[in-house]
């Protein structure tokens, strides 16, 4: 592949302005070498080797990503897509379409000086390209990320015109390479801020500046001790209650009966609970993320403390539906999803053998033990026929990008009910994993998608098991789900305009 533009080869003709912009190249490139740079010459060589084959960026990539914060995954992520894709266009198109010789080495000092030099053409620098890709990447993301990255993504491709191994327009070009790279992906995959939940249905709500008024229940089980101290040293007027799992719900009880707005702090089971009862009182509710997935605070835009300081300095709120089921006496409410069939099952076993042998061992027994199973685990009449079901799934609000495991919502009161069904008969686990590969289908031979305001279940078997929220409860005979309207309040800062 000849290249557009040979650098190395002067025009026929005059060329003036092509000439002065070489020659201008060629004086900042010395006017550089020249100049003592403090601290650099044992800084930057080596900042420069680091980022070969974006060793660096792949390293502040898992570094992020081991913060377990959500916000910093997904900017890694984003910071490494980018990168790729401004690796791959330099590669393919950057490097060929221009031929331009490596500077002349003379002017550059022999401490600066790489041990080994790039063999490749100059224009652009695929560095400048891949730190101004990563960095950009992180900061479209997390603005607060992007500002920690931001001088290290510099100093590397300034490394590169000190070490003599580029022009100072090589780096300029890379790095607009590499940022409109990380636009790029951002248009084919938006961020989350891009994509947040609607700003309607508004709620009014009291405004918290110092968290005086709010009473937060927090599950010690969840590990969640830090998250409060942060809580609290943002709104010092906050009132903190942390108790065990088994106390969660009467402490909640007794926090409504004297708080404005009722606040808590744990995974899916602390949170429904919550919800159940900030909904009997009337009170707003504020969700600090606490436990492991936190599908409900996420889907809010609240995936930390100062989220929800934010919504609650401001009195920032917003009105959301809530699914409600009930089986003859017993009734639940749930915010995330309801479900039927495999996963109840596969809980209430590694429920069972998890204080024996450990969380991961006895998830991995749960699932041989119910896939191996020679019955449905779920047999319902829907229209009048008796249906062998391996799964049904309900979700509060449609879910999107989502085989049999939940994605995330854009909008949590839409009214529906996303439900998925996987259909009975030989070898589930090929089925399963057939409906989670067909997820975005409405229709497949195993598996069916509908968005309902309402679903009923008749004849289903006594002891059968409903997981919804994370708790396991048995239930018999008719089966209804639907839902409840903007039922609840809950805060949330405004959504990025």
């Excluded at 699932?367 to 391996?390: F, I, K, M, S, Y």
Aim: proline content about 8%.
């Amino acid at each position: 592949m000849s290249p557009d533009v040979d650098l190395t080869v002067p025009l026929p003709g005059r060329h003036r302005l092509r000439e002065k912009l070489l020659s201008l190249d060629s004086r900042l490139f010395e006017f550089a070498a020249e100049q003592h740079w403090p601290g650099g010459e044992p800084v930057l060589p080596r900042l420069s080797r680091s980022a070969n084959h974006g060793v660096l960026w792949f390293a502040t990539a898992a570094a992020m990503a081991a913060s377990r914060t959500p916000r910093a995954r997904r900017a890694a992520v984003r910071g490494v897509a980018s990168l790729a894709l401004a690796s791959l266009t330099i590669n393919t198109l950057g490097k060929r379409s221009v031929r331009r010789p490596r500077p002349v080495l003379d002017p550059v000092p022999l401490v600066r000086q790489l041990k080994r030099q790039p063999i490749t053409t100059s224009f652009p620098s695929g560095h400048a390209a891949s730190a101004a890709a990563f960095a950009t990447g992180v900061a479209l993301e997390s603005p607060g990320w992007g500002l920690a990255v931001a001088p290290v993504a510099f100093s590397v491709a300034m490394s590169r015109v000190y070490t003599g191994v580029h022009f100072p327009s090589d780096v300029l070009a890379g790095a607009a390479l590499g940022a409109g790279a990380a636009f790029a992906v951002r248009g084919l995959v938006p961020t989350r801020a891009q994509l947040g939940p609607p700003p309607r249905p508004r709620a009014d709500v009291p405004a918290l500046p110092d968290g005086e008024g709010l009473v937060l229940v927090a599950n010690t089980a969840a590990g969640s001790a830090e998250r409060v101290r942060a809580l609290q040293g943002l709104l010092p007027g906050v009132e903190i209650v942390e108790c065990e799992p088994e106390d969660v719900r009467a402490e909640l009880e007794k926090a409504a009966a004297r708080a404005r707005v009722l606040g808590v702090c744990g995974g899916d089971g602390t949170v429904n609970a919550g919800a159940e009862v900030a909904l009997r009182h009337g009170l707003p509710l504020a969700v600090l993320p606490g436990g492991t997935l936190n599908h409900f605070s996420y889907d809010l835009g609240v995936e930390g403390a100062r989220d929800l300081a934010e919504a609650l300095t401001r009195g920032e709120a917003v009105r959301v539906d809530v699914g409600r089921f009930t089986s003859g006496e017993g009734r639940g409410v749930f915010l995330n999803t309801l479900s039927l069939g495999v996963y109840p099952e596969l809980v209430r076993v590694r429920e069972r053998w998890s204080p024996r042998i450990g969380g991961w061992p006895a998830g991995v027994l749960a699932a041989l033990r119910v896939l191996n199973a020679d019955r449905h685990p779920l047999q319902a009449e829907v229209g009048g026929r008796t249906h062998p079901l391996w799964l049904l799934f309900a979700g509060n609000g449609t879910y999107h990008r989502m085989g049999l495991t939940p994605g995330r919502r854009l909008d949590l009161a839409d009214g529906l009910l996303d439900v998925r069904v996987v259909h009975g008969g030989r070898r589930p686990a090929l089925r399963l994993l057939a409906a989670a590969i067909a997820g975005p289908l409405t229709r497949s031979p195993v598996h069916a998608a509908e968005q309902v305001a309402r679903l009923r279940l008749d004849g289903v078997a006594p002891g059968t098991l409903l997981a919804y929220d994370g708790e396991v409860v048995e239930v018999s005979g008719q089966v209804t789900v639907d839902k409840m309207p903007q039922a609840l309040t809950v805060y949330r800062p405004a959504p990025l305009t």
